[in-house]
């Protein structure tokens, strides 16, 4: 079998080696209907039971209570841009805020703006998303239909430290780079999103936790795929879901519960090991320059640079031969990111550690 390497992807991203194993066992056949999981029915008893304890860790692990909806929906979070403006905007509530602190946000609000006009609530584009607003920066329109937000900008590494205040407008949070890194308070939010291919498993499924009352909004009008209530009317089964995602979501949620023990120590787990390599840039005596503001710092995205594009090169490809592979930062942003989401080993995160002290011993002037 060939050697795997520590793959700092940014999504799809590195899976518990535990899960991966698991898969590969179960591949050809599940023990009750003796077929793989990609040839059984999404309605059949077994994936009943799939989906459902897929739907119990995740309300488990985040204390989700029967106020909310857990959702399973293909189109990934680009859908979900859309799908959003489409069911929570309302005739007396026809626009909502948007707190811009890099792409994604922006990629959100892009596809908002073609359902109705848009507030931009705050826009760190001046500072080249660096950092996140406080409170009092936000302009929030107390009319709106929702406040969205994205806890952790993927491409920037700019990530929330707590939710931001949208006093009684819902919350809407696109999480898709680090749901389930930390526990939340979920009652905080209207709906938190995410697309699984970060930290909850394969491409081709994504996660929505609505509240209840939020469902009444969506109209009769609306396709059926785009409509939430539909969905949580028919338990995300109104159309052939993505059973292969759902069976890896369910796995990635039983290794959360059972091998790391739970979101708190998920959460310790993640805070040390972004510390590893913001200690190794901020001691490096400005080798490495941290994209994000020290108070804005993404546990699961590190994005850095070094001092000249040739140096940059050589450390991706350095790495690459050393088993430390898809380091290359954003086309946006450049330098190097390495995404360490929850599944990247300790042992992963100590070796790119390692790799950088050297790499500067070598290269600084
Ligand atoms: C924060 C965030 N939101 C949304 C998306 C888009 O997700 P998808 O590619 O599933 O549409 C991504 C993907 O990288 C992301 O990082």
């Known amino acids: 079998m060939t050697q795997r390497a520590y793959n700092f992807a940014a999504g799809p991203a590195t899976l518990p080696e535990t899960v991966l194993e698991q898969v590969q066992r179960e591949m050809m056949a599940l023990p009750g209907p003796k077929a793989s999981i990609l040839e059984i029915s999404h309605r059949s008893p077994t994936f009943k039971e799939i989906i459902e304890a897929a739907e119990k860790n995740i309300r488990t692990l985040l204390g989700i209570s029967d106020d909310y909806s857990v959702l399973f929906l293909q189109g990934g979070g680009r859908l979900l841009f859309s799908m959003i403006p489409?069911?929570?905007?309302?005739e007396s509530q026809p626009s909502a805020d948007y707190i811009l602190t890099g792409s994604w946000g922006k990629a959100a609000i892009k596809e908002a703006k073609k359902l109705g006009s848009m507030n931009v609530a705050w826009d760190g584009a001046d500072d080249k998303y660096t950092y996140t607003p406080s409170d009092t920066d936000l302009k929030l329109d107390p009319n709106a239909a929702y406040v969205h937000y994205t806890c952790n900008e993927t491409i920037e590494g700019v990530q929330f430290a707590a939710e931001p205040q949208a006093g009684q407008v819902p919350l809407v949070c696109d999480a898709s780079s680090d749901f389930m890194h930390k526990p939340l308070p979920i009652d905080r939010y209207g709906m938190i999103y995410a697309c699984a291919q970060k930290n909850m498993g394969p491409?081709?499924?994504?996660?929505?936790?609505?509240?209840?009352?939020?469902?009444?909004?969506?109209?009769?009008?609306?396709?059926?795929?785009?409509?939430?209530?539909?969905?949580?009317?028919?338990?995300?089964?109104?159309?052939?879901?993505?059973?292969?995602?759902?069976?890896?979501?369910?796995?990635?949620?039983?290794?959360?519960?059972?091998?790391?023990?739970?979101?708190?120590?998920?959460?310790?787990?993640?805070?040390?090991?972004?510390?590893?390599?913001?200690?190794?840039?901020?001691?490096?005596?400005?080798?490495?320059?941290?994209?994000?503001?020290?108070?804005?710092?993404?546990?699961?995205?590190?994005?850095?640079?070094?001092?000249?594009?040739?140096?940059?090169?050589?450390?991706?490809?350095?790495?690459?031969?050393?088993?430390?592979?898809?380091?290359?930062?954003?086309?946006?942003?450049?330098?190097?990111?390495?995404?360490?989401?929850?599944?990247?080993?300790?042992?992963?995160?100590?070796?790119?550690?390692?790799?950088?002290?050297?790499?500067?011993?070598?290269?600084?002037?």
């Open 203 to 365: 491409a081709g499924v994504s996660i929505v936790v609505v509240r209840k009352n939020l469902l009444e909004r969506s109209s009769d009008e609306l396709g059926s795929y785009l409509d939430f209530k539909l969905h949580a009317d028919q338990g995300s089964l109104m159309n052939t879901a993505p059973t292969f995602a759902i069976y890896v979501v369910r796995l990635v949620t039983d290794w959360l519960l059972n091998d790391i023990g739970g979101l708190d120590k998920m959460y310790s787990i993640n805070q040390a090991k972004a510390k590893m390599l913001y200690d190794t840039i901020d001691s490096s005596n400005g080798f490495y320059d941290g994209h994000a503001r020290k108070d804005s710092r993404s546990l699961m995205n590190v994005s850095f640079r070094l001092p000249s594009e040739e140096l940059t090169t050589q450390f991706i490809d350095q790495a690459d031969a050393a088993d430390l592979t898809a380091l290359a930062g954003h086309r946006s942003v450049g330098g190097v990111r390495a995404s360490i989401y929850n599944a990247m080993p300790v042992a992963g995160v100590e070796a790119l550690r390692d790799f950088m002290i050297d790499f500067r011993d070598k290269h600084a002037k």
């Open 86 to 90: 489409m069911n929570l905007l309302t």
